[in-house]
């Protein structure tokens, strides 16, 4: 079963859409705060959470090729009224996180730039990630596809500046492959990497991407083929963009006081680095929220659209999940910490998206000869209960602290 490379290529996109909440500003400042407290020490949680992630990516996408249809909505199929309305409740929980994480990295970006205040930033943040939307609704998801992998090599570019200038010690960032960790403060870190890395509103979106993209096809084995180069060019790019931020952190900045925030991050990098390097990281940053709160908003409407049926006005759901961000700046909230547990948050979500995901997907009655392998799902279900497990230790560390 093969696929032409003109149709192939014709077939890109999902993915990449997808792949903008991996590179999103909490993974800024999960991945920067990792690599200047621990220096290379996370460099394993990354890369283990990106394979994860590409896994979980695939079946998301396949079960919307396959069935038509995307993961919230065959979930509402399924669950009593009562039990539908409790899981969007928690799904909404995460999307407000989620919006969280992207409008305040936004707001930095824009005050690292232009000087202006955080709160006037999470505002235009919100706004223009709201005309961005627009392109997917008004014109064609093609067109928003092509705007977001526009973004995505600008996040790239980016954040990998600072690695072009000063390249990380090869030894001792092979030793970061080793897992390990130091404390209940690395734990935090290691679950707030995993919650940036691998998102509940992303596992939900990348099937609803793949209905409005390709409907359901009758026979699948192409586009599903092609669907596992688009997941994985999509996914290994965004995992590079966070390997990169941690090591860039972990070379430049690691041991400097305040490196432990995104601003310090900019100001440890001015002094290390150059303004040049600092600029590029702040442009960079800006481009990740703009595009990661515009996909954002995509994942809470098919949310939304598939557990309850509703649709809310693109302005509406914008202003309703962007407010808390807003608010939260306006009364002097450190941005830093709350982008830091807004991904602890999100990780504790991703069991709600991912358990489901793996029981339809190996169900045979829903995909028929497409179900997943005994061995896909065998390895899907390991890494729920990483995931689970994690959050077990990390809810044992704060209690027994």
């Known amino acids: 079963m093969t696929v032409s490379s003109d149709r192939g290529l014709a077939l890109l996109g999902p993915a990449f859409v997808a792949s903008i909440a991996y590179v999103d500003p909490g993974n800024v400042a999960t991945d920067g705060q990792a690599g200047a407290q621990f220096g290379y020490l996370l460099v394993w949680v990354v890369v283990a959470a990106n394979l994860m992630a590409a896994v979980v990516q695939y079946l998301s996408a396949k079960l919307g090729i396959v069935t038509g249809r995307s993961l919230t909505e065959l979930l509402g199929e399924r669950l009593r009224p009562a039990v539908r309305l409790a899981f969007w409740a928690q799904a909404e929980l995460v999307a407000l996180a989620t919006d969280l994480a992207e409008v305040m990295g936004g707001a930095i970006a824009l005050g690292i730039l232009f000087r202006l205040p955080l709160p006037l930033g999470g505002v235009i943040t919100a706004v223009v990630s709201t005309g961005l939307l627009s392109v997917q ?205 807004s991904q602890v948050i999100l990780s504790f979500g991703i069991p709600f998206a991912l358990v489901p995901l793996i029981v339809l997907a190996a169900r045979r009655q829903l995909m028929g000869r497409w179900v997943n392998r005994l061995g896909l799902t065998m390895l899907a279900s390991a890494i729920a209960a990483v995931v689970i497990a994690l959050n077990l230790a990390l809810i044992w560390s704060t209690v027994a602290n």
């Open 137 to 341: 609704n008004r014109w064609s998801q093609r067109s928003f596809e092509g705007v977001i992998t526009v973004l995505l090599a600008v996040i790239a570019v980016g954040f990998a500046a600072g690695l072009v200038v000063r390249p990380p010690a090869v030894g001792p960032a092979l030793d970061g492959l080793l897992p390990r960790l130091h404390g209940s403060d690395s734990l935090l870190l290691a679950v707030g990497i995993l919650g940036s890395t691998i998102m509940p509103h992303v596992i939900y979106l990348h099937s609803a991407l793949a209905r409005d993209r390709f409907g359901r096809v009758r026979e699948p084995g192409s586009l599903l083929v092609a669907t596992r180069y688009d997941v994985g060019v999509a996914m290994g790019f965004a995992g590079s963009v966070n390997l990169v931020m941690l090591l860039v952190a972990a070379t430049a900045l690691y041991g400097q006081p305040g490196a432990d925030s995104i601003l310090g991050v900019h100001g440890a990098m001015q002094g290390s680095l150059g303004n040049q390097v600092a600029t590029l990281f702040a442009v960079g940053l800006l481009a990740s929220g703009i595009a990661s709160s515009a996909v954002g908003g995509y994942a809470g409407a098919t949310v939304m659209d598939g557990l309850l049926h509703y649709r809310v006005p693109i302005l509406a759901r914008r202003a309703l999940t962007a407010l808390p961000a807003v608010a939260l700046l306006a009364v002097g909230v450190d941005p830093d910490q709350a982008l830091l547990w």
